[in-house]
């Protein structure tokens, strides 16, 4: 069965920078479009990234734009997320998420959760 396994939150203050793995088992990882969502203490899951299957298309929210990086390795089954200039608004447990479908804003279009990472980000 496929797992995400994410790794690499913490705690960083303000300004910061942080490196996000996602590990996926299994053998379909490079088929499939993949992204990141975060979900802040009373909050809904939120849109962070997306790659799709090959790297070819990628997109952020606004709100990260231009501030993260969304990567992967095909060869090695595995996702990033470089974080820098991290706010306290950055604040949140994040999730790897493996798409079934179009639709990459969208919580509904995963079909595979990651248990999630903390970042916490200390002003």
């Known amino acids: 069965q496929v797992q995400l396994v994410e790794s690499g939150g913490g705690l960083v203050q303000v300004g910061g920078s942080l490196r996000l793995s996602c590990a996926a088992s299994?053998?379909?990882?490079?088929?499939?479009?993949m992204g990141w969502f975060r979900e802040a203490p009373g909050e809904e899951r939120e849109f962070v990234a997306f790659?799709?299957?090959?790297?070819?298309?990628?997109d952020y929210a606004d709100s990260v734009k231009g501030r993260f990086t969304i990567s992967r390795d095909n060869t090695k089954n595995t996702l990033g997320l470089q974080m820098n200039s991290l706010k306290p608004e950055d604040t949140a447990v994040y999730f790897c998420?493996?798409?079934?479908?179009?639709?990459?804003?969208?919580?509904?279009?995963?079909?595979?959760w990651g248990k999630g990472t903390l970042v916490t980000v200390s002003s």
């Open positions: 790659i799709s299957w090959s790297g070819d298309s990628i």
């Open positions: 299994g053998s379909t990882f490079s088929r499939h479009d």
């Open positions: 998420a493996q798409y079934f479908r179009a639709g990459y804003y969208f919580t509904s279009s995963v079909d595979l």
